[in-house]
């Protein structure tokens, strides 16, 4: 199961929060991604990444910007299980 955080970031131009979730790295392909993807609301970001990777992208002014590094800052999301408690 994808793990999207934070829920609803805002985009730190223009405030909106209509938003894709950027993946970088080595995918794994899954039906759960392919959807994601289809839907708007992740895109694969390339394998490699630099210091302009970016977690998030404004759908409305193209804005990168990325999650809070304080793990409090986050909010759970329902579904999501923690390694090793059924889902890899």
């Known amino acids: 199961m ?3 955080l934070p829920p609803e970031p805002t ?7 209509d938003y894709v979730h950027v993946i970088y790295g080595l995918v794994m392909p899954s039906e759960e991604l392919e ?3 289809q839907e708007g609301r992740a895109r ?3 394998c490699l990444v630099g ?4 977690e998030f992208e404004c759908k ?5 910007w990325n ?3 304080d793990p409090d800052d ?3 999301v329902s579904g999501w299980e923690e390694p090793g408690e059924g889902v890899v």
């Open 44 to 46: 694969l970001g390339g």
């Open 51 to 54: 210091p302009r990777a970016f």
């Open 60 to 64: 409305a002014c193209g804005r990168g």
């Open 2 to 4: 994808l793990k999207l």
């Open 74 to 76: 986050y909010e759970p």
């Open 35 to 37: 959807q994601a993807i």
């Open 11 to 17: 985009c730190p131009a223009c405030e909106a929060q």
């Open 67 to 69: 999650a809070p590094e």
